[in-house]
């Protein structure tokens, strides 16, 4: 198994709505991330677990809430949103720690959040 | 501060060669990475470089000197899948004991293949 998968793929949400979204590796890879992405811009990183323990948080507001509740998964629990979080929400791992010599990132399909 | 510079689009022909090039000035380096991005895809990865020098890839080659703080994406032979978006992302390792080893992506350029 050499991909990341998250699920869902679409979700549409409204703003007092309470959603999680899902990212699974089984390539046995330390690190996991999560990134927003908005239109015609590049990935933001919000997130970084590194040996299951967060190892970044990059000032995200707390209406995002990350998990990993083991080392194949990562959730991104999400609560009270506003629609300007709508967003393409990327999941990525790495083999290794984020500062690991080689360190490609793979990256998941991604979740198209719509927020009303 | 950090910095990274890629044209936002270009446009090549079809069986064409085309160069992309990356200028970054970033607090601290540890490899510059090349992404191929569709519309509504996730970033695929294509290059790494940490050391100076060209690395090839089949049609894809990545070029890197530190001391100038410039890489390029060369995409040979070039199809029409080839359009997409390409990001150059430098990986800054962090500082003290955080040693975070983020990544810090560039805006992109945006290439359009023509027949």
């Known amino acids: 198994d050499t991909e990341v998968t998250q699920t869902p793929k679409h979700l549409v949400m409204g703003m007092t709505n309470k959603k999680s979204l899902k990212c699974e590796q089984h390539?046995?890879?330390?690190?996991m991330y999560w990134y927003k992405q908005k239109a015609k811009k590049p990935p933001e990183l919000m997130f970084v677990?590194?040996?299951?323990?967060?190892?970044i948080n990059e000032s995200v507001p707390s209406r995002f809430s990350p998990e990993c509740p083991n080392s194949s998964l990562l959730n991104l629990h999400l609560h009270a949103l506003q629609p300007e979080d709508s967003a393409l929400y990327l999941c990525?791992?790495?083999?290794?720690?984020?500062?690991?010599?080689?360190?490609?990132?793979?990256f998941g399909p991604g979740t198209r959040l719509t927020v009303l | 501060g950090q910095n990274i510079d890629q044209p936002t689009e270009m446009t090549a022909t079809e069986g064409a060669i085309v160069q992309i090039n990356c200028t970054y000035q970033?607090?601290?380096?540890?490899?510059l990475f090349w992404y191929q991005q569709h519309a509504g895809e996730a970033p695929t990865f294509l290059s790494y470089?940490?050391?100076?020098g060209l690395e090839e890839k089949g049609r894809f080659s990545s070029f890197l000197s530190r001391s100038k703080g410039y890489s390029y994406l060369l995409l040979k032979e070039l199809q029409m899948k080839d359009s997409a978006s390409y990001l150059c992302?430098?990986?800054?390792?962090?500082?003290?004991?955080?040693?975070?080893?983020?990544?810090?992506f560039g805006q992109g350029t945006t290439l359009q293949v023509k027949p």
């Open positions: 990525a791992s790495s083999p290794s720690p984020p500062s690991g010599f080689y360190n490609e990132q793979f």
């Open positions: 390539m046995g890879h330390r690190a």
């Open positions: 677990y590194s040996y299951e323990k967060l190892s």
């Open positions: 970033t607090s601290g380096f540890n490899g």
């Open positions: 470089n940490v050391l100076d």
């Open positions: 992302a430098v990986r800054d390792p962090g500082s003290g004991s955080s040693n975070t080893g983020k990544l810090i």
